[in-house]
């Protein structure tokens, strides 16, 4: 499998974690009490090339080829830059978990709380939470006369009516147009009426910093943002470099017409004071 392809499968797979993400005020959930998995299997991944998955239904709770990194995320419900002081390890290996819990109709918050008491007892986690001061960007329009970019359209579409009747193919085969959805990929961020705060939470996980909406843009938007992303090798950890942060810069200028100012403000981080491999079981 070549490097761009890999690439390309591991960010939609980022993206795709990334919407199943609360925000980063839900960061502060349950701490790991007595909620525990019934039966627990933690061991390293096979393939580096599978596609990473989280998953849990019914009392069953599956992790498959994921970084210690991006378990962490998930168990905290963190964005990446809110995880600090974890070794090189957690970003490149990867694991897979097997649990079981009870009851079966347990909500995310409570297996959340289960995979933290598993991240400190398989992963003798230890860990605190502090307020670090941190890069931040703020979402504004990019042109003094308030103009747009090509890419960057007003929407109509009342979403409440295409819930409840979503459109259908025509006869002919012809699909109509998406609305009321958002995607990502290696090198986009598209959506069909969404709005800015939608294009924001998108772009703080491609730049690697929180990203706030300034740009008074109220109501929904259809946007198509595509950016090159740089080779990665096969196994390297999936972090934006300053190369393809500096793509994704320029898109916004270009296509929609936003552009990124930096500040700095404190913010909610996880900082990881102590963690260690498992051992396969």
């Known amino acids: 499998m070549s490097s761009n392809k890999t690439n390309r499968q591991a960010v939609a797979v980022l993206l795709a974690v990334v919407l199943a993400l609360p925000t980063a005020s839900a960061a502060q959930g349950p701490s790991p009490g007595n909620a525990t998995f019934e039966v627990a299997s933690v061991r390293d991944s096979s393939s580096l090339e599978q596609d990473g998955l989280f998953n849990f239904q019914g009392g069953h709770f599956q992790v498959t080829n ?42 995310a918050a409570t297996v959340r709380t289960m995979l933290q008491r598993l991240l400190a007892d398989r992963f003798a986690m230890r860990s605190h939470r502090e307020q670090r001061e941190i890069r931040l960007y703020q979402l504004v329009k990019a042109n003094e006369n308030g103009s747009l970019g090509p890419k960057l359209t007003a929407s109509n579409v009342d979403c409440q009516k295409v819930a409840a009747s979503p459109p259908v193919p025509s ?59 740089p080779a990665r090798p096969l196994g390297e950890p999936n972090q934006q470099t300053i190369e393809s942060s500096a793509e994704v810069f320029t898109g916004l200028r270009e296509q929609l017409g936003l552009k990124l100012d930096a500040t700095r403000a404190p913010y909610d981080v996880l900082v990881i004071d102590a963690v260690s491999r498992p051992t396969s079981n």
């Open 171 to 229: 006869a002919d085969g012809h699909r109509p147009r998406p609305a009321c959805v958002s995607f990502g990929g290696a090198d986009q961020i598209t959506a069909f009426t969404r709005t800015m705060a939608d294009l924001a939470r998108a772009l703080d996980e491609v730049v690697g910093s929180p990203v706030v909406d300034r740009t008074g843009l109220t109501g929904m938007w259809d946007y198509d943002l595509r950016w090159t992303l």
């Open 66 to 107: 994921q970084s210690l990194r991006w378990i962490i995320r998930w168990a905290y419900g963190l964005r990446d830059y809110q995880v600090i002081g974890l070794p090189g390890w957690a970003d490149r290996q990867r694991f897979e978990i097997r649990a079981t819990y009870s009851p079966a109709s347990a909500d």
